[in-house]
């Protein structure tokens, strides 16, 4: 499968932001990609997800929406996921996933995903 590269977690007081990064092959990159995260003894949820080709198409899951916002640089083969008023609860390895092909629905089911990261940290302290 595609090799995809998350950067850019770390550690941050509440109430903080953190942009996140995924560096995708290109012919990965063309299709539905997605940020997930799992915290310890948590099962992995999907947070957001967009529709490569055409970036008004996102989903987030309800945990996300308002503060977080998913996207894209074509020219860099490059998701973000953009992530403000952060709370103790956003605390979890981060994954970007990628699924080839025509993305009909950006989805936030994991095994809709064949290609995944290798996950970046975030920690928000209280």
């Known amino acids: 499968q595609a090799r995809l590269e998350e950067s850019g977690g770390g550690s941050v007081q509440a109430g903080g932001s953190l942009r996140l990064s995924c560096v995708a092959p290109?012919?990965?990159?063309?299709?539905?990609m997605a940020w997930f995260r799992q915290a310890p003894g948590k099962e992995r949820e999907g947070v957001a997800a967009i529709d490569s080709e055409s970036p008004g198409r996102t989903r987030y899951a309800d945990s996300a929406k308002g503060r977080f916002t998913i996207d894209k640089d074509n020219s860099r083969n490059t998701l973000y996921l953009e992530m403000t008023s952060l709370t103790p609860e956003d605390s979890a390895v981060y994954y970007c996933a990628a699924k080839p092909g025509i993305c009909w629905i950006p989805s936030l089911l994991g095994s809709d995903y064949p290609s995944w990261g290798q996950g970046t940290q975030v920690t928000v302290s209280s």
């Open positions: 290109g012919s990965t990159y063309r299709s539905c």
